[in-house]
């Protein structure tokens, strides 16, 4: 199901998330949805009641969207993405393979989720499966004067490593500086602070893997 006819159809659904009227198109959608959902919770390692808390939506109602015999009005959806940190866009499949039967070990071209965080910014694109949470690659594509923010000690254990593929990348671990030109490479525990940005006026195109999946 299409971005826009998922919208249509969730628009129309009342708050509580709950309708008698669910054909099969519409139950389908509402079991796809909810496990898309689960899946982000558990990758980003939070409980119900806490997503509950951020979403300002009873536990029940989370409960039964998870699980497929409630579908969550738009407004709700937006409230739950929100708390999960995640892009509505996700959860809705690409129009060109939205008839192929799912890949659970393989992402084509056209599958990859996809954050764009703006023309001054920079795109990064989900490479690897959603179905394996243990491990996830990404393709950074920062543009100059693109940067993060200070990034949090995210996870006791695990790590981050990658490689610069075009451009060059500033990257501080730490507190230490490095500069990192094409086909150089790092890698450092995921519990370490950091943060990077592109050096120069050209993009910096870099793959990025995390243990374990962070988006």
């Not at 008698?20 to 519409?26: M, N, W």
């Not at 959902?37 to 998870?66: C, D, F, H, P, Y």
């Not at 594509?141 to 940067?147: C, F, L, S």
Request: charged share 25%; glycine share 8%; aromatic share 6%.
């Amino acid at each position: 199901m299409t971005y826009s006819k998922a919208r249509s159809i969730a628009s129309e659904l009342p708050e509580n998330g709950a309708d008698p009227r669910l054909d099969g198109d519409v139950a389908t959608w509402t079991e796809g949805i909810g496990q898309k959902l689960r899946q982000r919770r558990k990758v980003r390692r939070k409980s119900l009641k806490e997503v509950a808390t951020r979403s300002s939506l009873s536990i029940g109602l989370l409960s039964q969207i998870e699980r497929g015999i409630s579908s969550p009005s738009l407004r709700s959806l937006k409230q739950i993405c929100e708390a999960l940190e995640m892009p509505m866009s996700w959860l809705f499949d690409k129009e060109a393979y939205r008839e192929l039967e799912p890949e659970p070990w393989v992402v084509r071209q056209a599958q990859r989720r996809r954050m764009n965080l703006g023309s001054g910014s920079m795109i990064k694109d989900i490479l690897s499966p959603d179905s394996i949470s243990e491990i996830q690659l990404m393709r950074f594509v920062i543009h100059p004067g693109g940067r993060s923010g200070d990034s949090p000690a995210q996870h006791p254990t695990g790590a981050k490593c990658g490689t610069v593929l075009s451009g060059s990348l500033g990257l501080e671990i730490n507190g230490q500086e490095h500069i990192l030109n094409q086909d150089d490479s790092f890698a450092f525990k995921a519990n370490a602070q950091y943060r990077f940005w592109a050096v120069g006026d050209t993009d910096c195109e870099v793959i990025w893997a995390v243990t374990p999946a962070l988006y």
